[in-house]
């Protein structure tokens, strides 16, 4: 009975193990490669201090070349070199300076083809995991000690421990190489300083070998764990057996594990060669210490294994935060951090154990200022809201950035991210706070409020409604002035603008445009309700819709008194050619109110009325174009006499008791248009949440 609960024990322990291999195996994987990308993303400062590197090593070439050029002073007891060769070397290895980077990129373009060549071949075999190692080794070794049930499990977590350390070791050892090749990079120019001279250019030829030697290293890194990949794949594939029927699993784990520790060693067999490489990885004792611990903290129980790590926890007590905040932002998506503030839904990390201990740092990270990505968000926010969870807190405020990008600019608050559904209070610079409800697309039928179109990180579209004092800035246009040189910026922000449109911001909400068919006023929805009179929508580049009101008519200002009849006559007819009723008189005087009057000989007349500011009356009226393609609104009108008061200086003049009256031609109309009401802004508007797609 004790054996098989002891059994039971190590075959747990070495579950986790491979479990916890198989992740440590992926993450070290992405960091290989054969270009600077890896080492410009995670380590940003050196791009940056390259240049002081570059400007460090002119003035290190300009001091050896100033001090060789002083020891020719010293004539034939210096040996010191011709001064013309030397000024000519150093020429050139300034200018070489400037271009180190490039020429540097130069090799490690030539090393990139084999690299990629191993990298692409297709082996099928390779597609393995620890736990299938793990399986394998274990079906084999109840084979072979079928008769002590407690010594195969102790093999197996032995073996699988000493083949896990070591790809480990590997995998970091690949690691160290690739950054020995990132630090050569940038500091080639340091390099190049010294082969200015015959006495300092042994530094230089040492530094060429080393980088050579480096590159070739950096290509027999996927040489290894391609190989070792396969003979694992092969190793699973076969138990262990080879063609000529013989083999085992002890000789194929120590062929395995002598193949790991050539490839730790590689470096020093190129050295011994006389190769310039970096000695990288640690020392040889390390995993028996490891394997030494690890046992006798099994053996011991959990006060010695708890041993293994009580000389580190302080150290680790006050590094949590940059490790944890660190590994949590890196991590893509972040899927332990995750998991550890998510409330409700399904996991994205790994499950078990490993998945436990990882959502355990995912919560110290969270809780250490760490964010989550758009990725991470994503994975909440876009899934159905039966199955996605919540994420709230303060890391919910601090990580919605990442995933709307409008919202980097405020200060977020109260957030809550659910499926398809997002809140949060933002407050912007001034102080000013607005409270935003996003709601997805894919999700949710548009709102019946004004609202915005915005995309998230993922490339996913939301509907955003935003209400309160500061709602202005996730609604409004930049501002424009009305100059010609906006041009560009106008089209960016309104897509669907006329080619040539001018805008003049003129109140919060109001733009005035100014294109060929005359000016107008535009009106953002979000301030405003949607206006009677005739008007277009016109969306801008965030989504919100903005009412183009129809740009007015111009009548010609045409002259007063009888001799100008002639003249107004000639200038109608040119404005109006569809009217073709003679007239004698026009009166004007309220063209610039969008009407004016036209009499006929028999003492009738017509009325105009632009169509942009009045509504079609009741009643009989035509409607005709002006020259301009403008519409107006045509009632007419019979003659009439009118009785009307007489004044003088402001004052009605009597006959008797009865006010002086004079008779006067007019025209009677039957009816008239009413003038369209201005766009009335919204005070404030009840929110809806919009309905969910069935």
């Known amino acids: 009975m004790l054996d098989w609960i002891f059994e039971g024990i190590i075959t747990w322990i070495s579950s986790i193990a491979s479990s916890l291999m198989d992740a440590v195996s992926g993450l070290f994987l992405n960091a290989l490669g054969a270009d600077m990308t890896v080492m410009e993303e995670y380590f940003p400062f050196i791009t940056v201090a390259y240049t002081v590197m570059q400007y460090m090593a002119w003035a290190v070439l300009f001091l050896i070349t100033v001090w060789q050029l002083f020891r020719t002073f010293g004539g034939p007891i210096t040996e010191a070199e011709h001064p013309l060769h030397l000024i000519a070397r150093s020429s050139i290895f300034a200018l070489l300076i400037g271009y180190a980077k490039p020429i540097f990129l130069v090799a490690l373009d030539i090393a990139r083809a084999p690299y990629t060549a191993l990298l692409d071949l297709s082996m099928s075999g390779e597609d393995f995991t620890f736990a299938g190692l793990e399986e394998t080794l274990s079906n084999g070794l109840l084979t072979i000690v079928s008769t002590v049930t407690v010594i195969a499990p102790i093999l197996l977590l032995i073996l699988l421990i000493s083949i896990g350390w070591n790809y480990f070791k590997l995998l970091l050892e690949t690691v160290e190489r690739y950054v020995v090749v990132g630090v050569l990079c940038y500091t080639s120019p340091l390099a190049f300083a010294m082969g200015g001279s015959k006495e300092t250019n042994q530094v230089f030829k040492s530094w060429c070998r080393m980088v050579g030697s480096q590159l070739l290293l950096l290509v027999m890194n996927v040489w290894f764990l391609r190989a070792f990949s396969s003979s694992v794949g092969q190793y699973i594939g076969n138990g262990g057996a080879v063609s000529t029927g013989q083999g085992s699993i002890f000789l194929w784990f120590f062929c395995a594990l002598a193949f ?109 200022g760490a964010t989550l990505t758009g990725d991470s968000i994503s994975s909440v926010a876009t899934r159905p809201d039966s199955v996605s969870g919540s994420i709230g807190g303060d890391i919910a405020n601090r990580s919605l ?132 009179a005739p008007h277009s929508i016109m969306q801008s580049d965030n989504g919100v819709e903005w009412y183009a009101m129809q740009p007015k008519a111009d009548a010609p200002r045409f002259e007063q008194g009888d001799t100008a009849a002639a003249y107004n006559q000639a200038e109608f007819r040119q404005f109006m050619p569809g009217f073709e009723q003679q007239i004698v008189a026009v009166d004007s005087r309220y063209r610039d109110d969008g009407h004016f009057e036209v009499r006929h000989e028999d003492g009738s007349g017509t009325a105009f009325y632009d169509t942009a500011q009045f509504d079609t009356p009741r009643g009989d009226y035509q409607v005709y174009e002006d020259a301009h393609g403008k519409q107006w609104i045509a009632i007419h009108g019979d003659a009439a006499v009118e009785r009307r008061p007489v004044y003088e200086n402001g004052q009605a003049v009597y006959d008797g008791e009865n006010v002086k009256t004079v008779s006067v031609e007019t025209v009677r109309y039957n009816n008239t248009p009413s003038r369209f009401k201005e766009p009335e802004r919204r005070e404030n508007y009840d929110f809806q949440p919009p309905r969910r797609k069935r």
């Open 401 to 532: 950035g990442n995933y709307m990008p409008q919202l980097g600019r405020h200060t977020l608050s109260n957030t809550q991210i659910t499926g398809g559904h997002i809140s949060t209070t933002a407050t912007d610079a001034a102080g000013k706070s607005s409270n935003v409800e996003l709601f997805n697309a894919a999700q949710f039928e548009a709102p019946t409020a004004p609202h915005s179109m915005v995309n998230a990180a993922d490339g996913s579209s939301w509907y955003q409604v935003a209400t309160g004092e500061g709602k202005g800035a996730f609604y409004d246009a930049p501002n424009f002035t009305g100059s010609a040189s906006e041009a560009a910026r106008v089209a960016e922000t309104f897509p669907g603008a006329a080619e040539g449109t001018m805008l003049r911001t003129v109140g919060e909400g109001v733009l005035e445009a100014t294109t060929d068919n005359g000016n107008s006023l535009w009106y953002n929805s979000a301030f405003f309700a949607e206006p009677d």
């Open 260 to 368: 790991l520790k050539t490839a730790q060693r590689f470096d020093s067999y190129l050295a011994s060669i006389g190769l310039n490489v970096a000695q990288t990885g640690s020392s040889m004792g390390m995993e028996m210490l490891m394997a030494a611990r690890v046992l006798t903290g099994f053996a011991g129980g959990a006060s010695s294994a708890g041993s293994v790590f009580r000389n580190t926890s302080a150290a680790g007590t006050a590094t949590a935060t940059g490790f944890a905040a660190g590994f949590a932002n890196r991590f893509k998506p972040n899927s332990y951090v995750r998991d550890a503030v998510v409330e409700g839904g399904s996991r994205m990390g790994l499950g078990g154990s490993v998945g436990f201990v990882g959502r355990a740092f995912g919560g110290i990270a969270a809780r250490n």
